[in-house]
């Protein structure tokens, strides 16, 4: 999309920033939104979208929302998980996302 700015929300407390920085966009002339959440943070991304288009701007719609998952690396476990290749060979461990997408109605 043309008039796109994206939101990453990493963390809980990020809903407050999200939401202004979300105000900030919409206000400078952007016509639509893309909120990104991964795993536990699925939930704030879903909640952040509902308040921006039910309380802050009902002009708002959902244009699309995307759902996957992607491989997990914990970096932290690195070197063990090379050390147990065999216990581990067949677990893979993925970890989901959502990319909602708001865009401004067309005023047709």
Do not use: C, H, W
Request: no cysteine; proline share 2%.
């Amino acid at each position: 999309m043309v008039n796109e700015t994206t939101i990453i929300i990493r963390n809980r407390s990020d809903k407050d920033k999200s939401i202004k920085d979300a105000i900030f966009a919409f206000s400078g002339g952007k016509k639509s939104l893309l909120i990104k959440g991964e795993g536990e943070e699925i939930s704030t991304a879903v909640e952040v979208a509902e308040i921006l288009k039910n309380r802050m701007y009902p002009r708002l719609e959902i244009a699309n929302v995307s759902l996957g998952s992607r491989p997990f690396f914990d970096n932290k476990d690195r070197r063990s998980n090379y050390r147990n290749v065999k216990f581990n060979g067949n677990k893979k461990d993925l970890i989901s996302k959502i990319e909602i997408t708001l865009q401004s109605k067309s005023t047709v």
